[in-house]
């Protein structure tokens, strides 16, 4: 199982941004998968998921975020997206893609309830 985080990059507050997360090495669609930030001196927290096909189809956000990110699939591409738009500075951190490799569940919050993880993608806001 391997996860391609990317799309991070400098950008100035109110700004957007569309991260990309390239799977391969599993069934793709089945899987709930999930991303997360980490600020430096911060502890890992989810930002938002996307349920697989065997779950309900939803989607999980963060409060601080909700309104101003999208998380969407491809499955034939094997690819989640997370459209960041409205840009805080307070969205600067690392920003981590991740598989729930439980089938059939909802979306979960928790960096712990997640099994794979990408090498994460620096995503910085700032004027």
């Known amino acids: 199982v391997q996860l391609q985080a990317s799309g991070g990059g400098l950008v100035q507050p109110g700004g957007s941004l569309r991260l990309s997360c390239v799977t391969s090495g599993f069934s793709f669609d089945y899987y709930n998968i999930g991303w997360f930030r980490q600020a430096p001196g911060k502890e890992r927290e989810g930002v938002s998921c996307i349920s697989g096909s065997k779950s309900d189809g939803s989607t999980w956000y963060a409060d601080s975020v909700k309104g101003r990110f999208t998380i969407s699939r491809d499955n034939p591409k094997n690819t989640v997206y997370l459209q960041m738009n409205s840009l805080k500075p307070e969205d600067t951190a690392v920003y981590y893609c991740?598989?729930?490799?439980?089938?059939?569940?909802?979306?979960?919050?928790?960096?712990?309830?997640?099994?794979?993880w990408g090498q994460g993608t620096q995503v910085t806001v700032s004027s």
């Open positions: 991740a598989i729930d490799n439980l089938v059939g569940v909802h979306c979960a919050s928790k960096a712990y309830e997640y099994d794979y």
